[in-house]
């Protein structure tokens, strides 16, 4: 089963995580943010990793575009540029890629 992590309540992310061998002690220390982490690893277990960075980075235009991308996203935005497609401006410039280097 694939998680949505943007459609997804905290308590469905922690039952998802709970059967795939997390603990709950393990779980009750952890934040949200650092629940998504593991989730998507275990997303990218099950359907390899090509699928979710590529709705990864049309979510992250989408927010671009909406004008409410934050820095954290900024952030993850620049540590995918390497999956990002040469001809595409907009997530290139936001993602900080030198002009003309790819």
Excluded at 45 to 60: S, T
Aim: glycine share 4%; hydrophobic share 35%.
């Amino acid at each position: 089963m694939i998680v949505d992590i943007n459609k997804t309540s905290t308590s469905e992310m922690y039952d998802f995580l709970i059967n795939h061998g997390y603990s709950d002690n393990y779980l009750n220390d952890i934040t949200r943010s650092e629940m998504v982490k593991l989730i998507r690893k275990k997303n990218a277990k099950i359907l390899g990793a090509k699928p979710i960075i590529k709705d990864r980075l049309e979510y992250l235009r989408q927010e671009i575009r909406a004008e409410r991308i934050s820095q954290s996203e900024i952030l993850e935005l620049q540590s995918l540029a390497d999956h990002i497609e040469p001809g595409d401006n907009l997530l290139l410039e936001w993602a900080g890629v030198p002009e003309g280097s790819r």
